[in-house]
């Protein structure tokens, strides 16, 4: 059985970075395509970034030259380092691979 954890969320400044983790057991993820998405309060969830198997990556229109994902697959994990964060960045962030979501973790910024 998959299972997705995040983690790093938390409270920031404006301006300030944040990087989240996902960890994913029960299956190897070296080959798989893994995302970050997010979900603003009375908001639909959205994309936020991907990373192919083979290393490729897109960006929300909204993340692009703040946000970069990564993977390390000998430790299943992916990153989510958001830089110059935004009031509008504040949501839940969950990571989803191999058809499986986490629980989500929150990230507020705020003054």
């Known amino acids: 059985q998959v299972h997705v954890v995040e983690s790093g969320g938390g409270l920031v400044q404006p301006g300030r970075s944040l990087r989240l983790s996902c960890a994913v057991s029960?299956?190897?993820?070296?080959?798989?395509?893994m995302g970050w998405y997010r979900q603003a309060p009375g908001k639909q969830r959205e994309p936020v970034a991907t990373?192919?198997?083979?290393?490729?990556?897109s960006y929300a229109d909204s993340v692009k030259g703040r946000f970069t994902i990564s993977r390390d697959n000998a430790k299943s994990m992916v990153y989510l380092q958001m830089n110059s964060l935004k009031p509008e960045d504040t949501a839940v962030y969950y990571c989803?691979?191999?058809?499986?979501w986490g629980q989500g973790t929150r990230v507020t910024v705020s003054s």
């Open positions: 990373i192919g198997g083979g290393g490729s990556t």
């Open positions: 989803y691979g191999h058809g499986s």
């Open positions: 029960g299956t190897s993820i070296s080959t798989e395509a």
